[in-house]
């Protein structure tokens, strides 16, 4: 078992962790131990103020701490975004001040990002378990149009109440459990490019990520419930799955093939009524896609494959630029992400045979293995109906026409390897189509 202490020791930005009842009361203590003799500045939208952020003010100010006027976001329609982060980035400038975030994804990748340009560092109180981006390296940011993870350190400090988690908005927890469920497919996907040399699995991320992972996902509905326990161990392993990315400044232990789907969907600006779709409920459709793509793995005969035609049709790299081009013509953004990160990984002709004669000899443990990471597709379908999040593309409207084209897309949105880079060079992505798409699919059209 990895204890919080173990993690807070290793953990290269984050030093304090409160998840309990009440936390917010604990805020004075911990910023005095973070930032001694420092003034403190709140920043929060008009809801998180409401909830908690006037609470928190009031405690820092009871306890003598110095305080500057709070940075309150007031426009509705509040994303992470490049100009939101510049209206806050100037304001914190005026100051020699610690950001106190009160919020959750939006407010934390704002903050974060902003006091890393100046130098700084935060800490954040999270007022819903939504995403595991509280304690991960990095903030999401959309920036020309195009949603990017910018390098920054992760909060100081975070402080989290359950009880205030679990009365936030239904859809907060539904897109949190969402983005946990996720870290599965994740999991198989890390297990594919460790057994190809591509990278490693880090044991102490796994560790601190899988080891209760499938247990805090058991009770959806008592999530959806707003079930104090539920929601407590929901947002531990939120929390957990962050300290994992930090572990290794990376996103790999959390992200695989499920979240290139979100990735790509930021970039088309996907929207409900001109509101932007939470990370989540993109990640969960990315994750029924992901968890039946490694099922047609499991479930296909490798004794099929022949190597000799496998290199026979492999693109080479002029071919490849020239299916991108076709991919992503009506958007630059996606064509020019798609370009940078294929570049990366692209296995030239003369490697993808001992590639694939080293997947082929380690497919029989490796399956064992991927057999015992994931959830079955229609299990993952029926908890995510169970938490009140979206189980089908329509859902977020992504027609299936549109999925299809996403589909197409996914091999080159990101130069981490994951299950679509193996089933591409198995020649196996026109197949998986037809099983996905085809008659009698999980997305029949």
């Not at 340009?117 to 999270?126: E, K, Q, T, V």
């Not at 027609?399 to 060079?425: C, G, K, Q, W």
Request: with cysteine.
């Amino acid at each position: 078992m990895v204890t919080i202490a173990k993690i807070l020791a290793k953990a290269s930005d984050t030093k304090a962790l409160a998840i309990c009842q009440g936390a917010g009361k604990h805020v004075a203590e911990m910023f005095n131990e973070l930032f001694p003799r420092k003034t403190a500045v709140i920043v929060a939208d008009n809801n998180t103020y409401k909830i908690a952020g006037k609470e928190i003010y009031q405690v820092l100010e009871s306890a003598g701490i110095p305080l500057a006027e709070p940075f309150v976001f007031n426009d509705p329609d509040l994303y992470a975004e490049w100009g939101f982060l510049e209206q806050l980035e100037s304001y914190l400038k005026g100051l020699d001040a610690i950001a106190v975030a009160v919020g959750s994804g939006v407010i934390n990748d704002l903050t974060k990002l902003s006091s890393e340009h100046l130098g700084r560092r935060y800490m954040i109180c999270g007022t819903a378990a939504s995403m595991d981006g509280y304690t991960a390296y990095g903030a999401s940011i959309s920036y020309q149009g195009n949603k990017q993870t910018f390098n920054c350190r992760a909060p100081k400090g975070i402080l989290l109440d359950p009880g205030i988690a679990a009365a936030a908005p239904k859809e907060l927890a539904a897109s949190g459990y969402a983005d946990l469920i996720a870290k599965i497919p994740a999991g198989a996907d890390w297990m594919i490019a460790d057994a190809l040399g591509k990278e490693a699995i880090d044991p102490f991320a796994w560790n601190i990520l899988n080891t209760k992972l499938k247990s805090s996902l058991a009770v959806p509905e008592k999530v959806l419930e707003g079930d104090y326990q539920a929601t407590s161990d929901l947002a531990e392993l939120l929390v957990m799955s962050g300290f994992a990315m930090q572990a290794m400044q990376s996103s790999r232990p959390a992200s695989g093939t499920e979240h290139q789907y979100s990735h790509c969907w930021d970039i088309e600006n996907l929207c409900i009524n001109k509101k932007h779709v939470s990370h989540g409920f993109k990640v969960g459709i990315g994750t029924l896609v992901s968890t039946a793509s490694l099922e047609f793995l499991l479930n296909y005969d490798m004794n099929k494959i022949d190597l000799d035609k496998c290199i026979a049709q492999w693109p080479t790299w002029e071919e490849t630029e020239q299916k991108i081009k076709e991919l992503t013509s009506c958007n630059a953004g996606l064509l020019s992400r798609c370009l940078t990160e294929t570049k990366e990984k692209y296995t030239p002709e003369k490697e993808l045979k001992t590639e694939l004669e080293t997947f082929l000899a380690k497919w029989p443990e490796l399956k064992q293995q991927i057999k015992n990471q994931i959830l079955p597709y229609d299990e993952v379908k029926e908890r995510l109906k169970k938490v009140g999040a979206p189980y089908e593309p329509e859902m977020i409207h992504v027609s299936r026409e549109h999925l299809r084209e996403t589909f197409r897309i996914i091999p080159f949105m990101r130069s981490r390897y994951t299950n679509v880079d193996i089933i591409a060079r198995l020649g196996l992505q026109d197949e998986l189509e037809n099983v996905l798409f085809g008659k009698g699919g999980h997305y029949q059209i």
